[in-house]
Nanobody, 126 residues
């Protein structure tokens, strides 16, 4: 099992940047694929980005491709989401997620992951 704690959310103007971080409490961080999901007000939670255990493979939602970058540091048990060119429609609670079932990143983008953090709020003003 893994505990996930997000940080880095806040208020930013459209066109600005934010960097989210997620710290994972586990001795086997390299066993987990990691991801970010988000839930906008009044909407369902949706996939944002995922990264495999080595960091060598990533997968993004079309809506963030080219603007967001997911990365991980296995030595520090952390995963980050660099968000650039933010838009008001990026406003949401962002959740860090993890899964050790060795499914594809595309699978996780559709069906979600097994472990979840409590989320961090990102608000983008116009």
């Amino acid at each position: 099992q893994v505990q996930l704690v997000e940080s880095g959310g806040g208020l930013v103007q459209a066109g600005g940047s934010l960097r989210l971080s997620c710290a994972a409490s586990t001795r086997t961080f390299e066993s987990y694929e990691m991801g970010w999901f988000r839930q906008a007000p009044g909407k369902e939670r949706t996939f944002v980005a995922a990264i495999n255990w080595t960091g060598g493979s990533t997968y993004y939602a079309d809506s963030v491709k080219g603007r967001f970058t997911i990365s991980r540091d296995n030595a520090k048990n952390t995963v980050a989401l660099q968000m650039n060119l933010l838009k008001p429609e990026d406003t949401a609670i962002y959740y860090c997620a993890a899964d050790d079932r060795n499914y594809s990143l595309r699978y996780y983008s559709v069906f979600g992951m097994h472990y979840w953090g409590k989320g961090t709020l990102v608000t983008v003003s116009s």
